[in-house]
C-alpha cells in the first residue's frame, strides 16, 4: 500500500482534542475531567459518535473500556490494540492519555478513507479510569481488560461511598461477566500507545518522537530514621541526635546512589514528615518515602543496597536509629526487541527519535499481560503534565500518530498471523 | 556569720518538691499543672501556707505573681528576689521551675529557724505562668511585674475564648493597677533563679552546679526553597530542581557553621514542610525555619551570614531559588561579671561546678529589667526536661539551694546598699 495513505490530518486531530477538552468540570481548574462524572459521559457519547462514523463498531466491555472494532481480512485473527485513556487527574491537562485515543480514532479515520483493509482486526479502545482515582486504584480498565481487577478491587468505595463495582456497571459496565469476558494471552496480537512523554527529555534533546524501551518497575520503601527530641537551646551540637540533619546527609547520599547511573534510573524522596517538627526542639524523628525507577530490577535493588548500607554508616556515626521497610515493588514491562524495532521504523519514517523509558506507568502496562506492546512518545512543553500547562504541539502530536500508524501497517503486513505474535 | 546556719535541709526539699507533684492534672501525662486551673490553685495555697510559716509576710501583685516576703535590717534597700515557677508545660515534669521557688522557700525557713538577718529584703517569687501558654506568650508573671506585659497581651485569648487579663485576675491580679506598680530599673538589688539546666552538660562534664554566665539571645528565620514539581518517574536526575536534594544540601551546611563554634552556639532546624510531599513528584518546594541561640549577637549575625551565602551558592548550583526572611531576634541577657564571681563563689563553696550559658529563656530574661541576674543550673537527667522522666537528684537539689543562699549571703555582706547594685 501506499503510505500517504494514512498520512494524519492535523488539523482533524487538533480538533477532536478541543471537542475532548470542550466536556470538563468548569468548577475545577484546569481540564478536568473525572471519570464517572457527567463530563466523562458526555466525552464518551461524542467518542461514540466519532468512532461510529470512522466505520467502527463501538461496544462497552464488562470493565466499562469504551471499544471501536474493524474487522480484519482475518477476522480469526487476534486484534491489533490501539488506545489510551481520556480521564484526567484534577486540574489536569488536554493531551495526557487524550492524545493515545484520539490517535486510534484518526487511524480508523484514515484506514476509512483510504479502503485499505488490515489483516488484523483493529481495535480502539479508551481504558476506563487510567488515573490514580478516588479508589486507591489507576489503571482501573485495562486492569479489568486483563483480568488483573480483583473483587477486592471491586469492592474499593469512594470517599461518598460509591463501590467501584457500581460505578463500572453505571456507565455500561457488567462487573459480574468481567471474569469470565477478562482477555487472556495472546487476545491481542499487539497493543500500540500513543502519549505524552510528562518529562523533559524529547524537548530539551530536540526530538519530535521517542520509541519506549520499556516501562520502568518503580521500588518504594519507608524509611524512619530515630533520634532525640532534645531541647533546641540547651543541647550542645556535640551532644545531639538530629534526625532531620542524618535525613539530609542520608538524603544526599541516596541521590548521590540514583545518580550514578545516567539515563537508567531515578530516584526520589517525594514524603518526608518531621517530629515534633516544632522550632525549639531537635528533630526527633523523620519518616520519609522514596522510590527507584529503571527498567533493570537487579539495578534498582542494588542502587538500594548500597544506599541501604551507607545510610546505615551515617545514622551509626551519628547516633541515630535507622528502621526500613519495603512497601511496594512493581516489575518493569519491557518492549520486545522485534517490537521495538517496528516502532523505531514507524518512527524513522516520520521524524528524528531517541530511545527512552518511560518513567510513568500506562494502560501498556496492563495489556502487556495478554499480548506485546509498544509505545511512543511526543515531547511536553517544559516536561511538565498532570496540570492546566501541560502542552504538546500539534504538529509532534500528529507526528506521533504517524509514527503509530506506521508501525501498526508494518506489524500487520510482516506478521504472519496469530503464531508469531 | 556562720554559713553552717544556711545549710538546707534536703529531705525538707525533697518533700516540699513532692507536695507540688500531688498538686496535678491527673487525667495529663506526667506532672501537669498548667495556670489558672484548680491544680494550680490547690499549689498556691499550699505554697502560702508554707510561706506564712516561714516567716514570709505573702501577698499576690498585680500581675498575680505569688510573693513572700521578708523585711531587711534596710528596709529601704531595694529587695533580693530568689524565684522561679510553679507551672508546667502539659506532660511535664516536677522540677523545671519548682527547685527555683522550693530553694526560695527553703532560704526563708533556714533565715527564720538561723534568726540571722539580712541586710536587704527578700522576697521569694513564684512567677505566674512562666511556661508557653495557651495565650500564645511566655513569662507572663514575670513579664507584668516589669511592665512588659502590654493591653495588646492582656487581651489574647486562648482557644476556650478565655481572656489573658480575666484569668490573671481570677487568680488574685489586679491587671487594671499592673501597669502603675510595674517595676522599675533598680528596683530589685539582685535576682537569683535556680533552674534544671534542661541539657547533658553538666551530667556528661560530672557537674553538681552549673554558674550561667548569660541567657542566651535566639535568631529565627523562615526560609523557602523553590523548585519544580516534576514528575517522579519521567524526570531524569540530571534535569531537576529537587527542593528537598537542595535542602538536605543546605540544612547539612547550616549544621556545619553552627558546628563549627564549640559550646558558643547552638543551631536548629526544627520545623520543615515538603511540598507537594507526594511519593511520585519530585518536591517542588520546602519551606523550613531555623534558630541560632548564642550570647554573643554578632556570632550568631555571623554564623547566619556565613550559612547564608553558602546556601544561596547550593541553591543556584541546583537551579534553585532561596528565599530568606528574619522572622524574630531576641538579645541576650549577660550576667554581670560581679554577680557571676558572687555566683561562682556560691558555688564553689558548695561543689565543683562549670561556667555555662542558658539555651533557653527564663523569668531572670525578664528579671533582667530591672536588675542584675544571676542563674545556677543543677543536672538534669540524660538532659531531659518538658517531659515525665525530667530528674534531678535532691542531693544536687540541695547543693543548688546552698549555692544560691551562699551567693546570696555574699551580695548581702558585699554590697553597700542601694548605690551599687
Same mark, same amino acid.
Given at each position: 500500500?501506499?503510505?500517504?495513505?494514512?498520512?494524519?490530518? @492535523?488539523? +482533524?486531530?487538533?480538533?477532536?482534542?478541543?471537542? &475532548?477538552?470542550? !466536556? *470538563?468540570?468548569?468548577?475545577?481548574?484546569g481540564w478536568t475531567r473525572r471519570p464517572f462524572t457527567r463530563w466523562y459521559e458526555e466525552s464518551r457519547r461524542w467518542l461514540t459518535e466519532q468512532m461510529t462514523e470512522a466505520g467502527l463498531a463501538v461496544r462497552i466491555d464488562a470493565a466499562s473500556n469504551l471499544i471501536g472494532r474493524l474487522p480484519?481480512?482475518?477476522?480469526?485473527?487476534?486484534?491489533?490494540?490501539?488506545?489510551?485513556?481520556?480521564?484526567?487527574?484534577?486540574?489536569?491537562?488536554?493531551?495526557?492519555?487524550?492524545?493515545?485515543?484520539?490517535?486510534?480514532?484518526?487511524?480508523?479515520?484514515?484506514?476509512?478513507?483510504?479502503?485499505? %483493509?488490515?489483516?488484523?482486526?483493529?481495535?480502539?479502545?479508551?481504558?476506563?479510569?487510567?488515573?490514580?482515582?478516588?479508589?486507591?486504584?489507576?489503571?482501573?480498565?485495562?486492569?479489568?481488560?486483563?483480568?488483573?481487577?480483583?473483587?477486592?478491587?471491586?469492592?474499593?468505595?469512594?470517599?461518598?461511598?460509591?463501590?467501584?463495582?457500581?460505578?463500572?456497571?453505571?456507565?455500561? $459496565?457488567?462487573?459480574?461477566?468481567?471474569?469470565?469476558?477478562?482477555?487472556?494471552? #495472546?487476545?491481542?496480537?499487539?497493543?500500540?500507545?500513543?502519549?505524552?512523554?510528562?518529562?523533559?527529555?524529547?524537548?530539551?534533546?530536540?526530538?519530535? &518522537?521517542?520509541?519506549?524501551?520499556?516501562?520502568?518497575?518503580?521500588?518504594?520503601?519507608?524509611?524512619?530514621?530515630?533520634?532525640?527530641?532534645?531541647?533546641?537551646?540547651?543541647?550542645?551540637? $556535640?551532644?545531639?541526635?538530629?534526625?532531620?540533619?542524618?535525613?539530609?546527609?542520608?538524603?544526599?547520599? !541516596?541521590? %548521590?546512589?540514583?545518580?550514578?547511573?545516567?539515563?537508567?534510573?531515578?530516584?526520589?524522596?517525594?514524603?518526608?514528615?518531621? @517530629?515534633?517538627?516544632?522550632?525549639?526542639?531537635?528533630?526527633? %524523628?523523620?519518616?520519609?518515602?522514596?522510590?527507584? %525507577?529503571?527498567?533493570?530490577?537487579?539495578?534498582?535493588?542494588?542502587?538500594?543496597?548500597? !544506599?541501604?548500607?551507607?545510610?546505615?554508616?551515617?545514622?551509626?556515626?551519628?547516633?541515630?536509629?535507622?528502621?526500613?521497610?519495603?512497601?511496594?515493588?512493581?516489575?518493569?514491562?519491557? *518492549?520486545?526487541?522485534?517490537?521495538?524495532?517496528?516502532? @523505531?521504523?514507524?518512527?524513522?519514517?516520520?521524524?528524528?527519535?531517541? +530511545?527512552?523509558?518511560?518513567?510513568?506507568?500506562?494502560?501498556?502496562?496492563?495489556?502487556?499481560?495478554? #499480548?506485546?506492546?509498544?509505545?511512543?512518545?511526543?515531547?511536553?512543553?517544559?516536561?511538565?503534565?498532570?496540570?492546566?500547562?501541560?502542552?504538546?504541539?500539534?504538529?509532534?502530536?500528529?507526528?506521533?500518530?504517524?509514527?503509530?500508524?506506521?508501525?501498526?501497517?508494518?506489524?500487520?503486513?510482516?506478521?504472519?498471523?496469530?503464531?508469531?505474535?
Amino acid at each position: 500500500m501506499d503510505k500517504a495513505q494514512l498520512k494524519p490530518d @492535523e488539523r +482533524r486531530i487538533q480538533s477532536a482534542v478541543e471537542a &475532548l477538552a470542550g !466536556f *470538563v468540570d468548569e468548577s475545577k481548574p484546569g481540564w478536568t475531567r473525572r471519570p464517572f462524572t457527567r463530563w466523562y459521559e458526555e466525552s464518551r457519547r461524542w467518542l461514540t459518535e466519532q468512532m461510529t462514523e470512522a466505520g467502527l463498531a463501538v461496544r462497552i466491555d464488562a470493565a466499562s473500556n469504551l471499544i471501536g472494532r474493524l474487522p480484519g481480512t482475518d477476522d480469526t485473527l487476534p486484534p491489533i490494540v490501539i488506545g489510551s485513556h481520556t480521564d484526567t487527574v484534577t486540574g489536569g491537562g488536554r493531551f495526557d492519555g487524550i492524545i493515545g485515543v484520539v490517535a486510534g480514532l484518526e487511524i480508523a479515520r484514515l484506514l476509512q478513507e483510504s479502503g485499505y %483493509r488490515l489483516r488484523h482486526p483493529l481495535e480502539i479502545v479508551d481504558f476506563t479510569a487510567e488515573e490514580p482515582s478516588e479508589f486507591g486504584i489507576s489503571t482501573i480498565g485495562s486492569r479489568g481488560m486483563v483480568g488483573n481487577l480483583s473483587e477486592a478491587m471491586l469492592e474499593q468505595k469512594d470517599p461518598n461511598g460509591l463501590v467501584l463495582r457500581e460505578a463500572l456497571d453505571s456507565i455500561g $459496565g457488567r462487573t459480574s461477566e468481567m471474569a469470565a469476558e477478562a482477555r487472556k494471552p #495472546g487476545d491481542a496480537a499487539l497493543y500500540l500507545e500513543l502519549h505524552i512523554e510528562q518529562g523533559p527529555v524529547l524537548e530539551q534533546t530536540g526530538h519530535k &518522537l521517542g520509541a519506549v524501551t520499556g516501562i520502568v518497575g518503580i521500588h518504594r520503601h519507608r524509611i524512619i530514621i530515630e533520634g532525640a527530641p532534645n531541647h533546641a537551646g540547651t543541647t550542645p551540637m $556535640g551532644l545531639r541526635a538530629d534526625a532531620l540533619a542524618g535525613f539530609c546527609e542520608i538524603g544526599l547520599a !541516596f541521590e %548521590r546512589h540514583c545518580s550514578a547511573h545516567g539515563r537508567d534510573a531515578v530516584g526520589t524522596i517525594g514524603r518526608l514528615a518531621n @517530629e515534633p517538627n516544632a522550632s525549639n526542639v531537635v528533630p526527633g %524523628r523523620v519518616i520519609f518515602e522514596l522510590e527507584i %525507577r529503571s527498567l533493570d530490577t537487579e539495578l534498582s535493588d542494588a542502587i538500594y543496597a548500597f !544506599f541501604s548500607v551507607e545510610a546505615r554508616e551515617i545514622a551509626d556515626k551519628r547516633g541515630l536509629v535507622f528502621l526500613e521497610e519495603q512497601l511496594s515493588k512493581s516489575n518493569p514491562v519491557l *518492549v520486545q526487541p522485534e517490537v521495538l524495532a517496528l516502532v @523505531e521504523k514507524g518512527c524513522a519514517s516520520v521524524a528524528p527519535f531517541i +530511545r527512552l523509558p518511560s518513567g510513568a506507568g500506562h494502560d501498556a502496562n496492563q495489556m502487556a499481560v495478554i #499480548g506485546p506492546i509498544g509505545m511512543i512518545f511526543v515531547p511536553s512543553r517544559d516536561g511538565r503534565s498532570h496540570c492546566p500547562e501541560e502542552w504538546t504541539d500539534y504538529g509532534d502530536t500528529t507526528a506521533g500518530v504517524a509514527a503509530i500508524a506506521a508501525a501498526m501497517l508494518a506489524f500487520d503486513g510482516d506478521s504472519g498471523g496469530s503464531g508469531d505474535e
